[in-house]
């Protein structure tokens, strides 16, 4: 079969008619709905009100959509779209407008395209998903070896016509008239390209299926901006460029920093171009042929993007309560005239055996040895030393006297830290707030040696250094908006503070932090941390044997009992406040 031959037999078979996708875009005036179809189909159009419907009708086609009806589009003036098998040939598909539009209908070199004239808006393309269709049934080239069967599941490389044919030992030349003439193309083909070609091409979309054939015989295809597709060796290409004129471009970047996009056209540039960058202007300046200046225009408007901004609110809560109760219970018994110690009693002391106490110094612990008697003390050492409730008794027997006091105190302290920090970055950048104080740290090295040391183990002395330790609320966060509007988000949140320490090693430094990556939607609060940590301390001093009685052991013996509970609680509320245009 001649090429020709095998065009016109391609046509025939692929004249079912399909209607495989419908995808609604923006155009530059309005909105543009291109309706996808498998082969040649006639059409008709009209309009119908209540509500406002564009209807096209397409003779001689199939319905092979994925679904009848698609709901809720609401872009570039389109709410839904319906199509049906109206009849056994015919497919309708039902445009349902939100208001009456100017429209045209034409052939596209993928089946239909309806131009809606009117504001379209800055919408995102939608479309109903193509459909694979079934790979055609294998065809017998010989009757002793049938043809292997084609599988039915294959990716969607091109949305263009698809082609079926066959080349046996056809010269390249003529398989290049077969493409243009059946794509409705201009191809042009090199001085050196030639060879003979033979290949079995099977519903491939036409483009597909040449650069598939260019490629086994080292050729490449190029279109240049008049839409002529110019065929040639690589060698030769590769020549050509070695001698085309170096031309110098400008190319603005708006949202990027012309420094950090030099590193992503520099892989671009043949051996001969450079790339400069203007930080004045924030402008990348290329120099180069030009088929790298037309690669780095069209990769820079890929990531020269505007970005989305993340607004990052934390809130961290921390809460300390402390639960403090002591009781205890201490006397002091003692002989007027014989053996006497007085500590609980403060600074009176029977000094001269007269019976009359006399004034001795507040600090002085006195003890008075004044014949066979008895003196005691119980849990002097223990009082409590702020107690809410003091109460004193005291009890003379004979030349005895027994004094008691009993110490109660509960106390209650609550702590209720709040920080609510936020920051507003860019997408993919790590943004950091601090509210706090650098704490200066003194350190001391003792084997430093000072100035005009002698001789070994001589002029040494400590020498001191003081750095600065961060403290208070810290949050550093980066986001990155996914491409379902969700935000994932890296982040640290800190809330720290110094105390003097009890010794002389200088600051303690309290801290609470988490660290953490999480996935949340846009405006959704997340809980990323919480901790409660509760610690209980119970004192109990008394004397020997006597403190562990039953119902009197609590005569002798002091309890200190202390709960200190700490509630931390850290959550994140991300917000996209800018998107990409």
């Known amino acids: 079969m001649t090429p020709m031959l095998a065009l016109w037999a391609a046509a025939v078979i692929s004249s079912s008619g399909p209607v495989t996708e419908v995808a609604i875009t923006p155009a530059e005036a309005g909105t543009s ?176 299926a040449m650069k598939a054939i260019l490629a086994r015989h080292g050729l490449i295809a190029r279109e240049d901006d008049y839409g002529i597709i110019n065929v040639d060796a690589i060698a030769d290409l590769n020549q050509r460029e070695a001698v085309e004129p170096i031309i110098t471009v400008p190319h603005r970047i708006n949202y990027a920093t012309a420094t950090e996009l030099s590193t992503a056209v520099s892989p671009l540039l043949t051996e001969r171009g450079s790339v400069t960058t203007g930080q004045g202007t924030n402008t990348l300046i290329v120099n180069d042929i030009q088929r790298v200046q037309d690669a780095v225009a069209a990769l820079l408007r ?16 921390f809460v300390n309560r402390t639960d403090l109760d002591e009781l205890g219970l201490t006397y002091e018994l003692k002989d007027s005239r014989g053996n006497q110690l007085n500590q609980l009693s403060g600074g009176l002391a029977d000094l001269d055996g007269d019976g009359i106490l006399d004034q001795v110094d507040q600090n002085q612990s006195v003890v008075l040895l004044g014949g066979n008697s008895i003196a005691a003390l119980g849990n002097a050492k223990e009082r409590l030393t702020s107690p809410s409730l003091t109460l004193l008794s005291s009890l003379v027997i004979g030349r005895h006297q027994l004094i008691s006091f ?60 003081v750095s600065t330790e961060e403290t208070g609320i810290i949050l550093e966060a980066t986001p990155h908006v996914t491409a379902n509007g969700n935000i994932l988000l ?55 044997l006597l403190m562990d009685l039953p119902l009197i052991g609590r005569l002798f013996r002091v309890n200190r009992e202390q709960t200190v509970q700490r509630d931390l609680i850290i959550l994140v509320t991300p917000h996209i406040v800018g998107g990409t245009n």
């Open 33 to 208: 709905v291109v309706i996808s179809i498998e082969g040649d189909v006639e059409y008709r159009d009209f309009t119908m009100e209540g509500p406002y419907r564009l209807v096209v009708d397409l003779m001689g086609a199939r319905h092979a959509l994925p679904h009848e009806e698609f709901g809720e589009i609401n872009r570039g003036g389109i709410q839904s779209v319906r199509t049906s098998q109206y009849s056994a040939d015919v497919v309708r598909v039902v445009l349902i407008l939100n208001e009456p539009r100017r429209y045209s209908v034409a052939p596209d070199e993928r089946g239909l395209r309806i131009t809606l004239d009117g504001p379209g808006g800055n919408f995102l393309p939608w479309s109903s998903g193509r459909t694979a269709l079934p790979a055609p049934e294998p065809v017998a080239t010989d009757a002793a070896q049938p043809a292997q069967p084609v599988s039915m599941l294959r990716p969607v490389q091109s949305q263009n016509r698809r082609i079926s044919m066959q080349f046996t030992n056809t010269p390249i030349q003529d398989v290049l008239l077969t493409f243009a003439a059946f794509s409705g193309k201009s191809i042009v083909p090199g001085a050196s390209v030639q060879g003979l070609v033979t290949a079995d091409i099977r519903d491939q979309p036409w483009d597909v």
């Open 302 to 317: 890929e990531v020269d993007v505007r970005t989305p901004q993340v607004s990052i609110q934390a809130k961290i809560v």
């Open 406 to 465: 009993l110490d109660a105190l509960s106390q209650v302290q609550l702590s209720d830290v709040q920080a609510i920090p936020q920051v507003t970055t860019l997408d993919n950048q790590q943004a950091r707030l601090k509210v706090g104080t650098d704490v200066p740290v003194r350190t001391i090295d003792a084997g430093a040696t000072g100035a005009g040391g002698g001789a070994a183990g001589q002029g040494l002395f400590p020498r001191a250094q």
């Open 490 to 544: 890296e982040l640290s949140a800190e809330r720290s503070s110094a105390e003097l320490a009890e010794s002389d090693v200088g600051f303690i430094k309290q801290t609470q932090e988490a660290r953490t990556r999480v996935l949340v939607e846009d405006g959704e609060t997340a809980v990323i941390a919480g901790l409660t940590q509760t610690e209980r301390n119970e004192v109990r001093t008394g004397i020997p």
